[in-house]
Every structure is written in C-alpha cells, then in structure tokens.
C-alpha cells in the first residue's frame, strides 16, 4: 500500500474486536460441542443461525451504503466461515465427525440403495409381464382378424393386395393406438402426460439419470442427510439462511457496478490486499479464484435449497387454504348450539383433564404471604444457622460426612442427563442379562469407539476419515480467523481493534458464555467417566408444609427397604436428572 494512501476508518459495529472474539469462540465452541455431545446440536446450530442472520442482514445494509470492498471482503470471510466450519443445514457434517456416527450413516445408505434398487427390478419385472400379457391379448385378435381378412380377399383381391392388407394389420398390432385429440385444458394436461410416460417408456435419454442416481426424489436423499434430533422446520431455516449467503457471495465477486469486489480504490491507494496462504493483491488471479468457489458453492447450495423452498411453498398454501375454510365455517350461519351441548363438552372435557385449582402456591415460596416476619424469628433463625455451622465444622471424620468429592458425584449425575441403556452383547435374547445402565459420558466418542464386529480395514478407514474431517475442520477454523487479522493488519484498519462499543460487547459476551457452557460440557464429561458408577441415580422431592425439598438420593431399581418415601410426606415424586 502506498505511503500516500488514508488510513481505511473500520466499522467497529461490524467487525470490531469484540464481535471478532466472540465468532471465534462460538466456531470453537460449537465445533466442540457438535464433536462431544452431538444430541445438543438442534441448540448449537440454533444459535450459529441466529448469530449468522444477524451478521447477514448487516453486511447486506452495509453493502448498499457503499462500504468499501475491503471491508465487505472481510464481512463475507466471517459469512463464509459458519457454513464452513461449523453450520449445516442438515447436521451432514455431524455424521463424519465420529467413527461410529459415519458407520451408522453408511449402513443407511446402503439400506436404502439396496432398498431402491429392489423396488426398481420389482417394477421391471412387473412391467415386462405387463407387456407379455399385452402382447398375448392382441395376439389373439390379430390372427382371427387375419383369418378373416384372408377368407375375405382370397376371391376378389390380388397377391400383392393380400400382403398390403396383412402389413397394415401387423403395423395396427404393433404400434400402440392413437392418442384421442382433447378439446380442454385438463384434457391436453392428460395427454402431455401419456405422451412423456409412452416418450420415457421407450428407453430414451430421460430414463438414464433415474438409473444413475440412487434416488428419484431429491427429498429422499435430503431425508437420508438429515442428522437425527434435527427439525425439519431448522433445516428449512438454515437453508434459506445459506441460499441467502450464497446469494450475496455471487453478488459480490460478479458485481460490474463498481459496488463489489471490483470497487476503485481510494485516491492514491493500490489494490487491497487479503490473505490466500500469503499476501495477495484482491486482483486478477484471485478474483477469478473467488468467482469459481462462488460458482462451485451455487451449484452445492441451489438444488437442496430449491426443493426445500418448493415443499414450504406447497405447505404454505395448504395452510392458507384451510385457515380460509376455517374463516368461512367461522362466519357461515350455522344453527345456535343449546345450554346442553356446551355443558356436554366441557363436562367431557373437565373429566379428562383434572385442574388443580386448590394448590397452595403460597407453599412454595420464602417469604410469608402475611409479610410477619418478628425479631424473635429473626434471632432464632441466625442462631440456629450458627449452630449447624459450627455442627458442620466439626463433623470430620464422621462415617456419615459429606465430602466435596460426594458433592461432586452428585452434581456430575444430575448434570449428566438421562442414563443410557445398553444391551449386554449375545445372540441369544433368552441367554441375555438385564441392559447395562452406563453414562452418557461414556456413550461419547471421546474413545471412537465403533462396532466389534465390523472388519479391521473398514475400521481403520473410517477412523482415519473422521481424523482427517476434524483436523480439517480446526485448519479451516484457523485459517478463516488468519484471514481476517491478517487483512486488517495488512489493509491498515484503524478503530476495529478495541471493545469500546455496546454493538461489540453483546457479541463478546454471548461468544464468551458459549465457551463457558462448552467448558462445563467438558468438564462433566470427564467427571462422568471418572465416577462412572453415579449414573442410574434418581432425585426424590418431596412436598412437605414448608414446600417442596429433596427427599432423598436413591439408585433406580433399588430394593424397596431402602426406597420407601416419607409417610409423613403430602407426596411425593421422582425426577430423574435432566440434560444438561
């Protein structure tokens, strides 16, 4: 850049430090997060696609006020790192992270290819003993037509009269009958039918990709990508989400308006710089790099995102259909019902949803509803806590202690979600235990773990994949952050490197309580493995006058001695640890 050159003032409400920070912490987090526990990966990709339609709707703001193209290059370096490292559409990424989610995904695939191809032999068989059966119906009246053309013309007609006849029968016989011609509109639809399926029946050129790829719908093959626990109604989301990214990236490296990559420059300012393994002049060879990435990620993202678009558009106008039915039996007459057939279905209403209108919420709350709160109370209070502490101090050594490593196994087993059961291996069902009851820590694919059975080769391969995805994953990561420090340092960027704005703080925050929560994953996970035998515990609470406490910590399926609830209880009930 030439000496002459002004200094570029950044938008520090687009990419200031804090915003930066705080997308680099969610890419890690996430990719951790999705890597560890991929049951929180409807979470995960909830908030990256939150995130990235914030940054989005920005970059498109700020592009048409005309800012400069340094600075939309960096904007669309963060746009294009979500989808890259860490956001999908449909969790295919979550499926090749881990061994044994890539087995499960193979064996899928093959399931429904071979499913498929049955189904096609089925139909050809079918069709070919359709057309054997055709053929055998018309045979009979070709020949008894030809019998009866013969007796007919043996007396009055030549030889080579009888021959013409006999062709033009054959020809009738052989050639299927004519289309009727159709008057109306529904009728031309049902011969532009007859006409493509008698045109793909014939073994044409149309019939070749339905035999090539494994799928004729292209939602079957979406259905097969979508990652289990993932919602359709997100990955519709998160679709538009990319369409509109791969949009604007078209946009900006084709722009001729002088508004996108190919902006002047500033007055006595050379081409800008960006980082490509090295440093690079964002001209020539790397505009022409960036218009065929552009073009290559159109072609991954238009077709998923036009079948998806299409479905939405066919459900939005069912429900606007049915919302306009439900107006019109709205403000249609109708007959006024009478006192007994409202009363009728609030009675078979009450009857099946008992409300507890006589809680006492009171109960569960701290404070008095009288608000009488007395001195005496007060002092009693302070030192009946006095004394528990002192009791609590002195209790070491004590068979009946609670040690902060208890506490410990305690919060890991209420932290750790539901336990998870695993069949004890056999063939035999009759010859099997009862399921192993083991953590979802040790469910993880912390060890890559996959089937036993599955062949060493196979094995290797798939654990050699999934080690080479992740690296790859965490070398995009890093390489995405370098490039853009690296064109800020190297444009000269000033005011973009210091969290000194509300719009840079809520970012670094959130960025930053993502990789607390990714922590505390983490550590749990570890503590889970640590204390493995916590796992098939339940908390009891118990409802009592003062409100509801913690009755006792019991193991699931213990003997009924030692899990007898409280008599003395108003009730009682049972809730196992919830996901954390």
């Given at each position: 850049?030439?000496?002459?050159?002004?200094?570029?003032?950044?938008?520090?409400?687009?990419?200031?430090?804090?915003?930066?920070?705080?997308?680099?912490?969610?890419?890690?987090?996430?990719?951790?997060?999705?890597?560890?526990?991929?049951?929180?990966?409807?979470?995960?990709?909830?908030?990256?696609?939150?995130?990235?339609?914030?940054?989005?709707?920005?970059?498109?703001?700020?592009?048409?006020?005309?800012?400069?193209?340094?600075?939309?290059?960096?904007?669309?370096?963060?746009?294009?790192?979500?989808?890259?490292?860490?956001?999908?559409?449909?969790?295919?990424?979550?499926?090749?992270?881990?061994?044994?989610?890539?087995?499960?995904?193979?064996?899928?695939?093959?399931?429904?290819?071979?499913?498929?191809?049955?189904?096609?032999?089925?139909?050809?068989?079918?069709?070919?003993?359709?057309?054997?059966?055709?053929?055998?119906?018309?045979?009979?009246?070709?020949?008894?037509?030809?019998?009866?053309?013969?007796?007919?013309?043996?007396?009055?007609?030549?030889?080579?009269?009888?021959?013409?006849?006999?062709?033009?029968?054959?020809?009738?016989?052989?050639?299927?009958?004519?289309?009727?011609?159709?008057?109306?509109?529904?009728?031309?639809?049902q011969r532009n039918r007859a006409l493509f399926q008698q045109y793909r029946g014939t073994g044409s050129v149309l019939r070749g990709p339905s035999y090539v790829l494994p799928f004729d719908d292209p939602?079957?093959?979406?259905?097969?990508?979508?990652?289990?626990?993932?919602?359709?109604?997100?990955?519709?989301?998160?679709?538009?989400?990319?369409?509109?990214?791969?949009?604007?990236?078209?946009?900006?490296?084709?722009?001729?308006?002088?508004?996108?990559?190919?902006?002047?420059?500033?007055?006595?300012?050379?081409?800008?710089?960006?980082?490509?393994?090295?440093?690079?002049?964002?001209?020539?060879?790397?505009?022409?790099?960036?218009?065929?990435?552009?073009?290559?990620?159109?072609?991954?993202?238009?077709?998923?995102?036009?079948?998806?678009?299409?479905?939405?558009?066919?459900?939005?106008?069912?429900?606007?259909?049915?919302?306009?039915?439900?107006?019109?039996?709205?403000?249609?007459?109708?007959?006024?019902?009478?006192?007994?057939?409202?009363?009728?279905?609030?009675?078979?209403?009450?009857?099946?949803?008992?409300?507890?209108?006589?809680?006492?919420?009171?109960?569960?709350?701290?404070?008095?509803?009288?608000?009488?709160?007395?001195?005496?109370?007060?002092?009693?209070?302070?030192?009946?806590?006095?004394?528990?502490?002192?009791?609590?101090?002195?209790?070491?050594?004590?068979?009946?202690?609670?040690?902060?490593?208890?506490?410990?196994?305690?919060?890991?087993?209420?932290?750790?979600?539901?336990?998870?059961?695993?069949?004890?291996?056999?063939?035999?069902?009759?010859?099997?235990?009862?399921?192993?009851?083991?953590?979802?820590?040790?469910?993880?694919?912390?060890?890559?773990?996959?089937?036993?059975?599955?062949?060493?080769?196979?094995?290797?391969?798939?654990?050699?994949?999934?080690?080479?995805?992740?690296?790859?994953?965490?070398?995009?990561?890093?390489?995405?952050?370098?490039?853009?420090?690296?064109?800020?340092?190297?444009?000269?960027?000033?005011?973009?490197?210091?969290?000194?704005?509300?719009?840079?703080?809520?970012?670094?925050?959130?960025?930053?309580?993502?990789?607390?929560?990714?922590?505390?994953?983490?550590?749990?996970?570890?503590?889970?493995?640590?204390?493995?035998?916590?796992?098939?515990?339940?908390l009891e609470i118990q409802d009592s006058v003062d409100g509801p406490r913690i009755g006792a910590i019991r193991r699931a399926g213990a003997d009924t001695v030692n899990s007898t609830p409280n008599p003395?209880?108003?009730?009682?009930?049972?809730?196992?640890?919830?996901?954390?």
């Amino acid at each position: 850049m030439s000496a002459a050159c002004e200094l570029l003032e950044g938008n520090d409400d687009l990419y200031g430090l804090g915003i930066r920070i705080g997308i680099y912490l969610q890419w890690g987090s996430a990719w951790l997060s999705l890597l560890l526990d991929p049951e929180s990966a409807q979470g995960v990709l909830d908030a990256c696609s939150v995130t990235l339609f914030a940054v989005t709707i920005a970059t498109i703001i700020a592009a048409t006020r005309n800012a400069p193209a340094i600075e939309m290059y960096i904007m669309l370096q963060i746009l294009l790192g979500f989808p890259i490292t860490v956001f999908s559409s449909f969790g295919l990424r979550l499926w090749l992270m881990s061994p044994r989610r890539l087995q499960k995904f193979v064996i899928q695939g093959k399931e429904v290819w071979q499913h498929k191809q049955e189904q096609r032999r089925k139909a050809t068989q079918r069709k070919k003993l359709q057309s054997m059966e055709e053929q055998r119906r018309r045979a009979n009246p070709l020949l008894d037509g030809l019998q009866q053309r013969s007796d007919q013309t043996s007396r009055h007609s030549k030889w080579w009269h009888k021959l013409r006849l006999v062709w033009r029968d054959y020809e009738r016989w052989t050639q299927p009958p004519p289309l009727p011609t159709y008057v109306n509109l529904s009728n031309r639809v049902q011969r532009n039918r007859a006409l493509f399926q008698q045109y793909r029946g014939t073994g044409s050129v149309l019939r070749g990709p339905s035999y090539v790829l494994p799928f004729d719908d292209p939602l079957t093959a979406l259905s097969l990508l979508r990652f289990p626990g993932l919602s359709w109604s997100g990955v519709l989301w998160r679709t538009t989400i990319v369409a509109i990214i791969m949009g604007y990236n078209l946009a900006y490296w084709y722009s001729t308006d002088g508004h996108g990559v190919q902006e002047p420059p500033s007055l006595g300012c050379g081409p800008p710089t960006a980082f490509m393994f090295s440093k690079c002049l964002l001209d020539g060879s790397i505009i022409t790099l960036g218009r065929a990435t552009a073009v290559i990620i159109a072609v991954m993202v238009v077709p998923p995102s036009y079948a998806l678009i299409l479905v939405a558009i066919r459900i939005l106008v069912y429900a606007i259909l049915f919302l306009c039915r439900d107006i019109y039996f709205w403000v249609s007459p109708r007959e006024p019902q009478s006192f007994k057939d409202i009363a009728d279905k609030m009675n078979g209403v009450l009857s099946r949803h008992i409300l507890a209108v006589g809680l006492k919420i009171e109960s569960y709350s701290s404070i008095n509803p009288d608000f009488i709160v007395t001195s005496l109370d007060t002092a009693v209070s302070i030192e009946r806590s006095i004394v528990d502490l002192l009791e609590f101090m002195s209790a070491h050594g004590d068979e009946d202690s609670v040690r902060l490593t208890d506490v410990i196994k305690l919060g890991v087993s209420l932290g750790m979600g539901k336990p998870v059961k695993r069949q004890q291996a056999g063939n035999d069902v009759s010859k099997m235990g009862k399921p192993q009851i083991i953590s979802r820590a040790q469910t993880m694919p912390i060890g890559w773990s996959i089937d036993r059975s599955t062949p060493w080769g196979m094995a290797t391969m798939l654990k050699t994949f999934c080690v080479v995805w992740n690296l790859l994953q965490l070398g995009s990561i890093v390489w995405f952050i370098t490039s853009i420090e690296t064109t800020i340092r190297w444009n000269n960027i000033q005011g973009v490197n210091t969290i000194d704005s509300t719009g840079q703080l809520i970012p670094f925050v959130m960025g930053c309580v993502s990789a607390s929560q990714v922590m505390k994953k983490v550590t749990l996970l570890a503590l889970g493995r640590k204390y493995p035998d916590w796992v098939d515990t339940e908390l009891e609470i118990q409802d009592s006058v003062d409100g509801p406490r913690i009755g006792a910590i019991r193991r699931a399926g213990a003997d009924t001695v030692n899990s007898t609830p409280n008599p003395a209880a108003k009730g009682h009930a049972k809730f196992r640890r919830n996901s954390c």
